[in-house]
């Protein structure tokens, strides 16, 4: 009988520490799933959706920020909420930031873009309970990261050259536009009309902005109103209650600013479209080519382009509707004569009003001087300097509809955002607005900076290109090895990720010429002192050819049979990312520019030791930016080309 009894205590325990042991990992399962969902739906408000004192060390636990709040609210819903009351006991929801050990020093910086959620719940046994076993806690915590955002362009405060500082220093592009009429095959995917459609135009001009083997096209900004099946920008009600005129709803070209000490103000290099037959001001061999291609001449109003600057707050950089107009103006297009050596007129083309040293003096020496060829803020132009009054009527270049009237503000957490539209030449909404020109061929070049209040360039701030990027290359060589021109910098976190390079219209040159893309990270590249190196894998560089539409299959390669017509090896190793553009002799009617009008897609798989642009020379971390080399011994790179880099997958994840 004592040995039944014995026995019958050992199966009740073994039993309950069965039941209650399988109720413990359901309890910590369900917490762990909370968790996670937890994690992920509060990282995309970081570093913003935490307070300041936020750290690895000193956790949020009242839900109080909008990323903890967006934390509680995914606990909530799996059965968890903070504070609630479940098995007797309080459900504990705590955000912090990632490591855990980190404290928001300078010498102990937490991550930006990384959110550790930590739950707590408990569990009541019920067989055990009899044996004296008391209720438990359980403990799970996930960390989720996000992908930070590829940044398009070059690293400062400047994107894109001033025509006097054209192949100097690593200055080898302008930022580029171009009007809704004018052919895609120069080089802009995404201004110009994406259809095969003939505008007829003043003078009995006409024209086609995606003809036969160039369009019709199915890309469009990555930021447009009219995106389908969700807007990815700013509403035309929001836009308007703001005070703002409504923006082309295609879309138009981004810039994010980040000003993280002290505030400061937009700048825009030669703001109004004004072509000047190749003029340099400073003398220089480079010239910012407004009037290249199928721009026909001065004499034709309609192919003018108004240049139209808003500035944003970004609220959410996964959601640019969010975004809070700041503000916005317009720049008339000018017509620049020169007359030996010197400008020696301007016409206002919106108006034909003529600006000279007899004609509307003071506009026409203010103009000349800070306009042309000029650095103005955009938020907040000297709009009066800029005025004129003919004929009992008032007229200005500049058409301020919101003024920024302070700097941007500082911040280590928020981002500002400048889109740049091109308008017809009376400063209306191509095929938006009832009345307005599509006959623009307007090749608009400018650059953007961030400034301080005196005029002097924000020495820590950033400008980088959102989504895509447009430039121009004027660069002239007569040597060997060629140029290369920094587009986009890649963070540490995308190690081991696959990354898509797009680039429209490559390889518009005079001579013999390859385009590669350079690693500039000395470790993945094979150890200290390499400076950078031509990407390359041994499993291969992808590279296709996608035609005329950036948002389409990748197939076939760009070596297989769809080019098989080409006589020249496009890409000679397989295993670099690098390829032969032009002369290309072929046999199915493409021209010796191979790739015109034409999207390649590289897809880069980065390194798994691939540390963020990692440089012993010289001695730099992180700051590094991937570059487009053209090898272009002898000859004029003269081309216009747009790029895009992006990730292929979600850019949220669990660490």
Known sequence: MPIFALVVVVLFAATGLAVDAGMAFLSYNGAERAAAAAALAGVPYMPSGLNAGITGTTPEANCANTAAAAACAATARDGLKNGSTVNGHTVSVKVSRYPATCDGTVTNPCADNKLTVQVTAWVQPTFLRVLGFGDHAVTASDTAFFLPPISLGQPGAQLGSSVGNLGVSGNYYFLRSEGYGNPRSEGDAYDPYNQDTTFSCGSGVTTDPAPNPYGPST????????????????????????????????????????????????????????????????????????????????????????????????????????????????????????????VSSIVDVANGQTLSATSNATAFAYVRDYVYHSWVSVGAPSAASASWTSGGTTYNVFHVVKTLSTPLTASTTTSYRLRVDMLDYNGLRPADDSGASKCSRAHKGYAVQLAYSGGTQCTD????????????????????????????????????????????????????????????????????????????????????????SRNVSPLPAVVNTADSCASSTLQPNTNQALINTYPITNSCGRPATFFNGHWLLFQLQIPSNYAGGYSTTPSTSGNGYWQLHYSLTSGTASDTFTIAVNYANSPVHLL
């Open 219 to 342: 890309d469009t900004h990555a930021l447009a109103a009219n995106m389908t099946p969700s807007p990815t920008d700013v509403s035309d009600g929001t836009l308007t209650g703001a005070g703002v005129n409504k923006l082309p709803e295609r879309g138009g070209y981004n810039f994010t600013l980040q000003v993280p000490t002290t505030g400061s103000y937009p700048l825009v290099y030669n703001p109004a479209f004004a072509p000047d037959g190749g003029f340099n001001p400073s003398g220089g061999a480079y010239n910012l080519h407004e009037q290249d291609g199928s721009f026909s001449g001065n004499a034709f109003t309609d192919q003018y382009s108004a240049m139209e600057y808003t500035v944003f707050r970004v609220v959410d950089r996964f959601d640019h509707t969010q975004d809070v107009p700041l503000s916005q103006i317009w720049v008339d297009p000018l017509n620049v004569t020169i007359t030996s050596g010197a």
């Open 461 to 548: 701030c950033q400008v980088s290109a959102l989504d895509e990027l447009a430039v121009y290359t004027p660069i002239i060589t007569s040597g060997s090895g060629g140029f290369s021109v920094p587009l986009f910098s890649l963070p540490a976190d995308y190690a081991g990720q696959t990354v898509n390079f797009y680039i429209f219209d490559p390889g518009d040159v005079s001579g013999q010429n390859a385009i590669s893309i350079l690693n500039p990270d000395d470790k993945s590249c094979g150890g200290a002192g390499q400076g950078g190196c031509l990407f390359s894998t041994t499993s291969g560089v992808p590279i296709y050819d996608l035609g005329m």
